[in-house]
């Protein structure tokens, strides 16, 4: 798959997700065979780039290529000039933001909130894709609402506004996160347009990822919040989609160090107060989804310092790799024993 001149080493790409792709996460997700890894929503008003909030998300420093940033705004002016602004930072792809479902995003006009207005749509684009230097994306829902579920007019208006790839979650506005994504609208859109496209929405393992693919089409898939606690899962649908298999499961030694080196990162990256805040959501994430993982949410919420905290999910993750020996051992000695 090409974007631009860009071509993407996977067919599987991460979400951009506000409070969660910050670097550290992006340079993990890469790491792990994620094609792509937008940053963190980022306002088009130029007058708020000054808060360290912003500045973080604008941080690409050591990042692999190509990079990619991503814009929210309702004025194709403010937009076009945070494009090149972000380009001359070092921005390679510039996705615009037409799918947060959130109030504060959708009150101000932004987000899905402009796909009620599909004039208001084309123009952004014409003027982004004419003001920037590098391919422009277009992340989105199937509609506003379920009486008002344009994503195919929005699609092929991006398409002839020359913008270079989709992505389409399968919800509308009206639906938030709430029950199933449906896929029919994006299998629709794939029909009506030729650039690249990427299903969004409830995929959350290698055999979904397949299903969704061989439905819609697809030229790819986003994961957004399969990727909580587990940006491996990358290699596992990687893996699935090209051998046609589950891959073999990661060793623990691995998780551990991923895990461990994670919390390094976003110390380095945030400092101590932010740092030790942000890891929290991430372990609380991580150990959930640790198969026969210690339950130790509270003492990890507890931490009151990086070095505490990081001393404590090491002895934690320790103890987790020795039971898990030990229970693969006495799973296997019975195995043996039954023969």
């Known amino acids: 798959m090409r974007i631009g001149p860009y071509e993407l080493s996977s067919h599987v790409v991460l979400a951009p ?8 996460f992006r340079v993990i997700a890469r790491r792990f065979g994620a094609g792509l890894a937008a940053s963190e929503m980022i ?26 940033v991503q814009l929210a705004g309702a004025d194709p002016s403010a937009l076009a000039e945070a494009a090149r602004r972000n380009i001359d930072l070092g921005a390679q792809i510039i996705d615009i933001n037409m799918g947060c479902p959130a109030k504060k995003v959708c009150n101000r006009l932004c987000g899905s909130a402009l796909l009620t207005d599909e004039k208001l749509v084309a123009n952004i684009l014409e003027t982004v894709v004419a003001a920037s230097s590098v391919p422009v994306t277009l992340k989105t829902r199937t509609g506003w609402s379920r009486d008002l579920r344009n ?34 609208t994006i299998r629709e859109i794939r029909s009506r347009v030729r650039i690249p496209l990427f299903a969004n929405g409830d995929i959350d393992s290698p055999q979904k990822a397949r299903a969704v693919l061989d439905l819609t089409g697809a030229t790819g898939v986003m994961l957004g919040r399969a990727a909580h606690g587990s940006p491996w899962i990358f290699r596992d649908v ?24 994670h919390l ?37 919420m507890a931490a009151s310092t990086s070095a505490s905290q990081f001393a ?28």
């Open 17 to 24: 997700m506000a409070g969660v792709t910050d670097r550290p």
């Open 43 to 68: 306002t088009s008003d130029v007058r708020l780039w000054s808060t360290r909030k912003t500045q973080l998300r604008m941080d690409h420093v050591g990042e692999p290529e190509p990079r990619v």
């Open 151 to 184: 994503g195919v007019r929005i699609a092929q208006l991006a398409e002839s506004c020359g913008v270079a790839a989709l992505a389409i979650h399968g919800r509308t506005r009206e639906d938030f996160y709430d029950g199933a994504a449906e896929y029919e």
């Open 238 to 261: 990687n893996y699935f989609l090209s051998r046609g298999k589950i891959a073999p499961a990661l060793p623990l030694s691995e998780v551990r160090a991923t895990i461990l080196a």
């Open 264 to 300: 390094e990162t976003l110390y380095a990256f945030y400092g101590e107060g932010t740092g030790l805040r942000v890891a929290r959501k991430h372990l609380g994430w991580y150990f959930e989804k640790l198969q026969d993982a210690p339950d130790v949410h509270r003492e990890l």
């Open 312 to 339: 404590l999910s090491k002895k934690c993750l320790d103890h987790w790799m020795q039971s898990s020996a030990e229970t693969a051992v006495a799973a296997w000695g019975g195995v043996a024993a039954c023969v």
